[in-house]
């Protein structure tokens, strides 16, 4: 099975900051890499899909990037909103696997 | 839009089989082009993807639960379901179900999620 890496495990930020989640996996896996936000008790929301391709909706202050086995999230301007816990998944192989998720935090 | 909801028992006794069901509003599974799947996630961990199904009935799993998983489709009801059987404490977690993205004819990604429902296995 690939390994996903997230960094790191917890963030705190703060409103206007510009932060990067890094994630790694155990092996190449060319671009099939999505991000996804999630707060409490809500459905995970599909941000980035093939490591840059920002899904329709999501601001564009959100970006992603990379490609093999490193991979980046970047949020230019952090907004309140934003305060939830990220994680990635690589799907170019069965099993699908996720990252163990990186929460990011009001400073 | 799209919403999918999952709903079932929020208690299993093991070894007994843990059945979910997930609802689809807002667009038909009928219609095709996406698949249907379903991921848990133990409190403490990291997510797990379950399996997949697309409308014809063809599915794939996760080799370490395709002993124990089946993954159906209702078109009818516009529903899809998962079953698990012979269940542990180990099965307890969040249990989610997405809707399934196709890119590039073979790579599947979760465009679309259900809020989650918590399961938990206990005698």
């Known amino acids: 099975d690939i390994q996903m890496t997230q960094s790191p495990s917890t963030l705190s930020a703060s409103v206007g900051d510009r932060v990067t989640i890094t994630c790694r996996a155990s092996?190449?896996?060319?671009?099939?890499l999505a991000w996804y936000q999630q707060k409490p008790g809500k459905a995970p929301n599909l941000l980035v899909y093939?490591?840059?391709n920002l899904e329709s909706g999501v601001p564009s202050r959100f970006s992603g990037s990379g490609s093999g086995t490193e991979f980046t999230l970047t949020i230019s301007s952090l907004q309140p909103d934003d305060f939830a816990t990220y994680f990635c998944q690589q799907y170019n192989s069965n099993p699908y696997t996720f990252g163990q998720g990186t929460k990011l935090e009001i400073k | 839009q799209v919403q999918l909801q999952e709903s079932g028992p929020g208690l299993v006794k093991p070894p007994q089989t843990l059945s979910l069901t997930c609802s689809v509003s807002?667009?038909?599974?009928?219609?095709?082009?996406?698949?249907w799947s379903w991921v848990r996630q133990p409190a403490g961990k990291r997510l797990e993807w379950i399996g997949r199904?697309?409308?014809?009935?063809?599915?794939n799993y996760n080799p370490s639960l395709k002993s124990r998983v089946t993954i159906s489709v209702d078109t009818s009801k516009n529903e899809f379901s998962l079953k698990l059987n012979s269940v542990t404490a180990a099965d307890t977690a969040v249990y989610y179900c997405?809707?399934?993205?196709?890119?590039?004819?073979?790579?599947?990604?979760?465009?679309?999620w259900g809020k989650g429902t918590t399961v938990t296995v206990s005698s």
């Open positions: 199904i697309y409308i014809t009935g063809s599915t």
């Open positions: 807002g667009g038909s599974i009928r219609s095709g082009g996406y698949y």
């Open positions: 997405a809707r399934v993205r196709v890119e590039d004819y073979y790579y599947y990604y979760m465009d679309v």
């Open positions: 093939k490591a840059s």
């Open positions: 092996q190449s896996i060319s671009s099939y």
